[in-house]
């Protein structure tokens, strides 16, 4: 599904992403880990298309990122870490939006956005401005607006910040389901114990640079996911 | 404490200035001083404008002895002028910068915070009397001599003059913000308020000529009721001849308000500042949703963001509200209208289809939603680049709002002066097509301005509406191409008729709309992309 070849990111003189190569089949859950800074937003954005990058090759389904940006776009979906989204829009005009820009037909739209926002209790406040939502609540519309016109790669960076418990176990679901449809979800996260139950494979990246990178028991060994990034850290 | 947020409201003020956003680094020491002579040209033209009013007044005053009127009068030009030009500026700054929550979170005295915002306001008011009551003071200055007396009196009626228009903006701001908590539908109320302020504003300023010619014929008369009715206005033109009891009161008195005005607001702004508005919560309906093409949605979204807000509103649609004034006067004065047309057509042959072509396109100009409209996705950029639509379609839609906002509105007036005036079938043609086109032109023209000047880091979304470079620009290059549209035609009036000139003036129009169209095909996406 997704598949990363030398990718490298600087600022200035500073190299945020260096050489980075990893690869996500379909059907898997993938976590990136690594320290504030280290690179995974970066990644994550160059992947979504909203960052250019100097070196490497990004391909979705087939289509490189640089030379066909649309092909990409419209079988993905980017939730980012602050979700900033159009406080001059009510929530269902928002996505009402997203729908429209994926061509999301009026019956299937209906349905999904009201499943999904049934789902995180959003659904009696569709109509408010979305300057009246919490973090929280912009952050379920956000994770929504990502599912309602069915993507095969979403990427999420720190999808679980600011979501109370509950929608942190349906986004698991979510999550799970997805994936279990063929489909493939790279998110970026510092809860370890998330990463370490609910990811089929994960990366750490350090520095710009990926360090590890595998199947959690591949990655984690004997010990827990935790105590390995602690190591490889220092 | 205040050192430090000074510093920052600096930062952001002049951040235009020395950041370049579209390479995401400092600018060069050459950008730098390019944008710097931009503002310093764009200042002395308006210094031009108001020094052309000062020289008109200032002879007639200075002969009858009347010095301190000819002070009176500029300096009331000025706080009008600079109160109107920072009006909800200081709302804006004070109450809606999105950094106000972050502030107010840390151990920062509210004091600080108010002195800190109210720089910027008093750097925009000064900007704005600054540029009446320098040519007011050079002029002066040449007419009457230059002694050391009014040197210092001058310097203090500036210093004055700019505290007062604070004071007000400040008042204001204080006086909206108390108000918008109260009431439910804020957005329109505000914008009507703006465009009551502003009608005021534009009556007084599009009868200046008169009210200048009328001051100047009666202007002993006048010096004296003032001098004997309104006493603080005769003290106020005396600080400019350099009366030295004058200069202190007036300093004391300035001084005095100023901190009036910093402790009304200092007292009640952390409340008004954490006060929840009266929102009415609505209760979600189910209802049958509305599907559109991608360009459609995106065009949705750009009407949604501008009806959202005042400012983007007053600022950058003022054009639209002007056009609906002009229709409802067009059909109440076209007797009028026919007249002087016939007549001036008798004096200049064709200048009627001119000036009705060019008075429409006129009106066109004055709405540059465009301009600051790629500054205004901001923090929302990631948006519409992760989304399956094309950077061209993004930027186009930004400027479809402005020709959506406008076009109508102009083949409405169009379609009245072709109505009302004796035309030629081939004017009107003209008429009818000439000011879609420079509405098509300006379009392109501010979103032009918009991708090479953003700024996408903003507390306050006045930033980019208000104080943009591209706004600036956008707006006083669409004045120059009319105003030139215009002048071009007299001197070639005997010689030229009326629908040749028109033609060149089309195809020049049509010209320009291709190549900036051309560029933003070929090279804004480009620079969309590496935002």
């Given at each position: 599904?997704?598949e990363?070849?030398?990718?490298?990111?600087?600022y200035?003189?500073?190299?945020?992403v260096?050489n980075l190569s990893?690869?996500?089949?379909?059907?898997?859950i993938?976590g990136f880990i690594?320290?504030?800074g280290a690179?995974?937003?970066?990644?994550?954005?160059s992947?979504?298309?909203?960052?250019q990058?100097?070196?490497?090759t990004?391909t979705?389904?087939?289509?490189?990122?640089?030379?066909?940006p649309?092909?990409?776009?419209k079988?993905?979906?980017?939730?980012p870490?602050?979700?900033d989204?159009y406080?001059?829009?009510?929530?269902?005009?928002?996505?009402?939006f997203?729908?429209?820009?994926f061509?999301?037909d009026?019956?299937t739209?209906?349905?999904?956005?009201?499943?999904y926002?049934d789902?995180?209790?959003i659904t009696n406040?569709l109509?408010d401005?979305?300057?009246?939502?919490?973090h929280?609540?912009?952050?379920k519309?956000a994770?929504?607006?990502?599912?309602i016109h069915e993507p095969?790669?979403?990427?999420?960076?720190?999808?679980?910040v600011?979501?109370?418990p509950k929608?942190?176990?349906?986004?698991?679901?979510?999550?799970r389901?997805?994936?279990?449809?063929?489909n493939a979800?790279?998110?970026s996260?510092?809860?370890?114990e998330?990463a370490?139950?609910l990811?089929?494979r994960?990366?750490?990246?350090?520095?710009?640079?990926?360090?590890?990178?595998?199947?959690v028991?591949?990655?984690?060994g004997?010990?827990s996911l935790?105590?390995?990034?602690?190591?490889?850290?220092? | 404490m205040l050192?430090?947020?000074?510093k920052?409201?600096?930062?952001?003020?002049?951040?235009?200035?020395?950041?370049?956003a579209?390479?995401?680094?400092?600018?060069?020491?050459a950008?730098i001083?390019g944008?710097a002579?931009l503002y310093?040209?764009?200042?002395?033209?308006?210094?031009?404008?108001?020094?052309?009013?000062?020289?008109?007044?200032c002879d007639?005053m200075?002969?009858?002895?009347?010095d301190?009127?000819?002070?009176?009068s500029?300096?009331?030009?000025?706080?009008t002028?600079?109160t109107?030009?920072?009006l909800?500026?200081?709302?804006?700054?004070?109450?809606?910068?999105k950094?106000?929550?972050?502030?107010?979170?840390?151990?920062?005295p509210?004091?600080d915070i108010?002195?800190?915002?109210?720089?910027?306001?008093?750097?925009l008011?000064l900007?704005y009397s600054?540029?009446?009551?320098?040519?007011?003071?050079?002029?002066?200055w040449?007419?009457a001599?230059?002694?050391?007396p009014?040197l210092?009196?001058?310097?203090?009626?500036?210093?004055?003059?700019?505290?007062?228009?604070l004071v007000?903006?400040?008042?204001?701001?204080?006086?909206?913000?108390?108000?918008?908590l109260?009431?439910?539908?804020?957005?329109i109320?505000l914008?009507?308020?703006?465009?009551?302020?502003?009608?005021?504003?534009?009556?007084v300023?599009t009868n200046?000529q008169s009210?200048?010619?009328?001051f100047?014929?009666?202007?002993?008369l006048?010096?004296?009721f003032i001098?004997e009715?309104?006493?603080?206005?005769?003290?106020?033109?005396?600080?400019?001849?350099g009366?030295p009891?004058?200069?202190?009161a007036?300093?004391?008195?300035?001084?005095v308000?100023?901190y009036?005005?910093?402790?009304?607001?200092n007292r009640?702004?952390?409340s008004d500042v954490t006060?929840?508005?009266?929102t009415?919560?609505k209760k979600?309906?189910?209802?049958k949703l509305?599907?559109?093409g991608i360009?459609?949605?995106?065009v949705?979204?750009?009407?949604a963001h501008?009806i959202?807000?005042?400012?983007?509103?007053i600022?950058?649609?003022?054009?639209?509200?002007?056009?609906?004034?002009?229709?409802?006067?067009?059909?109440i004065?076209?007797?009028?209208?026919v007249?002087?047309?016939?007549t001036l057509?008798?004096?200049?042959?064709?200048?009627?289809?001119?000036?009705?072509a060019?008075?429409?396109?006129a009106?066109?100009c004055?709405?540059d939603?465009?301009?600051p409209?790629?500054?205004?996705e901001g923090?929302?950029l990631?948006i519409?680049?992760?989304?399956?639509?094309?950077?061209?379609?993004?930027?186009?839609?930004?400027?479809?709002?402005q020709?959506?906002i406008t076009?109508p509105?102009?083949?409405?007036i169009?379609?009245?002066?072709?109505?009302?005036l004796p035309?030629q079938i081939?004017?009107m043609?003209?008429?009818?097509f000439l000011p879609?086109l420079?509405?098509?032109l300006?379009?392109?023209?501010?979103?032009?301005m918009?991708?090479?000047?953003?700024?996408?880091?903003?507390?306050n979304?006045?930033?980019?509406?208000?104080?943009?470079?591209?706004?600036?620009i956008?707006?006083?290059g669409?004045?120059?191409y009319?105003?030139g549209?215009?002048?071009s035609?007299f001197?070639?009036?005997?010689?030229?008729?009326?629908?040749?000139?028109?033609?060149?003036?089309?195809?020049?129009?049509?010209?320009l709309?291709?190549?900036?169209?051309?560029y933003?095909?070929?090279?804004?996406?480009?620079?969309?992309?590496n935002?």
């Amino acid at each position: 599904m997704l598949e990363i070849n030398g990718l490298s990111k600087s600022y200035g003189s500073h190299k945020a992403v260096d050489n980075l190569s990893m690869r996500i089949a379909n059907g898997e859950i993938h976590g990136f880990i690594g320290h504030n800074g280290a690179g995974k937003t970066t990644t994550l954005r160059s992947i979504a298309g909203i960052m250019q990058f100097e070196e490497g090759t990004i391909t979705i389904d087939g289509h490189s990122i640089k030379d066909e940006p649309l092909a990409c776009k419209k079988i993905m979906a980017y939730i980012p870490d602050n979700p900033d989204l159009y406080e001059f829009m009510s929530g269902i005009q928002y996505l009402n939006f997203i729908a429209d820009i994926f061509g999301v037909d009026v019956s299937t739209r209906d349905e999904r956005i009201h499943r999904y926002t049934d789902l995180f209790e959003i659904t009696n406040v569709l109509d408010d401005a979305i300057s009246s939502y919490s973090h929280g609540m912009k952050q379920k519309l956000a994770i929504v607006s990502a599912w309602i016109h069915e993507p095969k790669l979403i990427l999420m960076d720190e999808p679980f910040v600011g979501l109370d418990p509950k929608a942190s176990h349906i986004l698991k679901q979510m999550m799970r389901e997805f994936c279990d449809q063929g489909n493939a979800i790279l998110f970026s996260t510092h809860v370890l114990e998330v990463a370490e139950k609910l990811c089929d494979r994960v990366a750490i990246i350090k520095d710009g640079k990926l360090i590890r990178s595998g199947t959690v028991e591949e990655v984690k060994g004997d010990s827990s996911l935790e105590s390995v990034f602690l190591e490889l850290e220092d | 404490m205040l050192k430090l947020l000074l510093k920052k409201q600096f930062m952001e003020f002049f951040r235009g200035i020395f950041h370049d956003a579209n390479k995401n680094r400092k600018r060069s020491t050459a950008g730098i001083i390019g944008y710097a002579l931009l503002y310093v040209f764009l200042e002395l033209v308006l210094i031009g404008m108001f020094g052309t009013l000062a020289w008109m007044m200032c002879d007639t005053m200075v002969v009858l002895d009347l010095d301190w009127f000819y002070f009176t009068s500029m300096t009331l030009v000025a706080i009008t002028f600079g109160t109107f030009g920072s009006l909800f500026n200081s709302y804006s700054t004070l109450y809606l910068a999105k950094d106000n929550d972050l502030l107010l979170s840390m151990p920062i005295p509210s004091s600080d915070i108010i002195l800190s915002r109210l720089l910027g306001t008093y750097l925009l008011g000064l900007m704005y009397s600054g540029t009446i009551m320098l040519p007011t003071v050079v002029v002066y200055w040449i007419t009457a001599g230059i002694s050391l007396p009014s040197l210092i009196g001058c310097i203090v009626l500036i210093f004055n003059v700019s505290v007062i228009v604070l004071v007000l903006s400040a008042l204001l701001g204080w006086a909206v913000a108390k108000i918008s908590l109260h009431i439910k539908n804020r957005n329109i109320i505000l914008t009507v308020l703006q465009l009551v302020f502003l009608g005021i504003y534009m009556v007084v300023y599009t009868n200046l000529q008169s009210i200048m010619q009328g001051f100047l014929e009666k202007a002993v008369l006048f010096g004296l009721f003032i001098k004997e009715s309104v006493y603080p206005l005769y003290l106020i033109g005396i600080i400019g001849t350099g009366n030295p009891v004058a200069i202190l009161a007036s300093l004391v008195v300035t001084v005095v308000l100023a901190y009036g005005v910093y402790a009304l607001l200092n007292r009640s702004f952390l409340s008004d500042v954490t006060a929840t508005p009266k929102t009415e919560r609505k209760k979600y309906r189910r209802r049958k949703l509305q599907r559109n093409g991608i360009f459609t949605a995106l065009v949705k979204k750009e009407f949604a963001h501008f009806i959202s807000s005042p400012a983007y509103i007053i600022n950058c649609g003022l054009g639209t509200c002007f056009m609906v004034v002009a229709f409802v006067f067009l059909l109440i004065k076209r007797n009028d209208l026919v007249t002087m047309a016939v007549t001036l057509d008798k004096m200049i042959p064709g200048v009627m289809a001119v000036a009705a072509a060019c008075g429409a396109s006129a009106l066109a100009c004055m709405n540059d939603s465009a301009a600051p409209s790629v500054s205004l996705e901001g923090k929302n950029l990631w948006i519409v680049k992760s989304l399956p639509v094309s950077p061209l379609q993004v930027l186009l839609s930004k400027a479809a709002l402005q020709i959506l906002i406008t076009a109508p509105f102009v083949l409405l007036i169009s379609a009245a002066l072709v109505v009302i005036l004796p035309l030629q079938i081939i004017d009107m043609f003209f008429v009818i097509f000439l000011p879609l086109l420079v509405t098509v032109l300006f379009a392109m023209f501010g979103l032009m301005m918009s991708i090479l000047m953003p700024n996408l880091n903003w507390t306050n979304e006045i930033v980019p509406i208000k104080q943009s470079m591209a706004v600036v620009i956008a707006l006083f290059g669409n004045m120059l191409y009319v105003m030139g549209m215009i002048l071009s035609y007299f001197p070639l009036a005997e010689t030229w008729t009326s629908y040749a000139y028109l033609t060149m003036v089309t195809v020049i129009s049509l010209i320009l709309t291709v190549s900036i169209l051309f560029y933003i095909i070929k090279c804004a996406p480009r620079r969309f992309e590496n935002l």
